[in-house]
């Protein structure tokens, strides 16, 4: 489940890009894409060229989901932490204004780095 009372998301692998298109579609705005989304269990963290989009699926139908949007505009400082040889999880730390901080964590698979890439490209503009 996706909480940020406890400020972390853990667990998440990639996913297609086509299953983020299709919980986040109806939320899009004109211009606005999927470029990358992640998924642990039935809860997604979907990533576009203006936000970061969490869906945390709710009850066990899963027809009830709760759609948090995290702007790239509100991210003050971001920082990546790749996956060692113990520690094979990798992390995106990102805080927000008037949210705080929120962490990603990922599986060692995951990209961490193109992760930090697609951070840097629409929040540093």
Known sequence: MIDFDSGSVLNLKQANIT???????PLLIEGE??????HEARDFVVFTNKRLITVNVQK?????????????????????????????????DLWFSGLGHVRLEFTGRSDILEIGKIIASYALR
């Open 60 to 92: 066990l139908t899963g027809k009830k989901k709760d759609f948090t949007t995290l702007p790239y505009s509100k991210i003050s400082v971001f920082s990546v932490e790749t996956a060692g040889v113990m520690d094979l999880d990798s992390e995106l």
């Open 19 to 25: 299953d983020g298109e299709k919980l986040v579609g």
């Open 33 to 38: 894409n999927v470029v990358s989304a992640y």
